[in-house]
């Protein structure tokens, strides 16, 4: 896999990860009304997650790529 592919994986994952983290804080902020503390946390907790996911789909494809060689 070449650079650019790589670099687009990652973001992509980041992305979802920190949509989805901004998601769930502002549901938990909502439901113990207290936005100002869950939106950090949930942006946080998923630009770990959208992170590790990006690094795992590298993971994937560099497998899938060891065999073509």
Do not use: R, Y
């Amino acid at each position: 896999m070449n650079d650019n592919n790589k670099k687009n994986s990652n973001t992509s994952g980041l992305a979802i990860g920190i949509c989805l983290g901004i998601a769930i804080g502002s549901a938990v902020g909502a439901l113990t009304h207290n936005v100002g503390l869950w939106l950090p946390i949930g942006l946080s907790i998923g630009l770990v997650l959208g992170f590790a996911m990006g690094k795992k789909s590298d993971n994937d494809d560099e497998d899938k790529t060891d065999g073509q060689e």
